[in-house]
């Protein structure tokens, strides 16, 4: 049973940083692409990140280019997102979510590809 717990979250003030923790359990991910997405109040579930977990290659939203960063630690079996420069409209929920597989590449903004979601963590950006 695939298990994403994510944790990090917070309030923090525009121009600030945090970095979100996805702890991944009961599978080996290295053939998984591990996914950030965030939902708003009213607004639908948005893609921010992805990563392959075996090569390590990235994508983000636009929105989003240039302040985060998401990576993974193998040996922790964990992904992170670096977020830096924070705006009152990063404010939401935060999703780890894991696309086993086969995975198909350009579809990683999809969140309908990703087969295990977390809880969510909040972040909230004040300005």
């Known amino acids: 049973q695939v298990q994403l717990v994510e944790s990090g979250g917070g309030l923090v003030q525009a121009g600030g940083s945090l970095r979100l923790s996805c702890a991944a359990s009961?599978?080996?991910?290295?053939?998984?692409?591990m996914g950030w997405f965030r939902q708003a109040p009213g607004k639908t579930r948005e893609f921010v990140a992805a990563i392959r977990w075996s090569g390590g290659s990235t994508y983000y939203a636009d929105s989003v280019q240039g302040r985060f960063t998401i990576s993974r630690d193998s040996a922790k079996n964990t992904v992170y997102l670096q977020m830096n420069s924070l705006k009152p409209e990063d404010t939401a929920v935060y999703y780890c979510?894991?696309?086993?597989?086969?995975?198909?590449?350009?579809?990683?903004?999809?969140?309908?590809?990703?087969?295990?979601w977390g809880q969510g963590t909040q972040v909230t950006v004040s300005s």
């Open positions: 979510a894991a696309d086993r597989p086969p995975t198909a590449y350009g579809l990683h903004y999809v969140p309908a590809r990703y087969d295990y």
């Open positions: 009961g599978r080996t991910f290295s053939n998984y692409v």
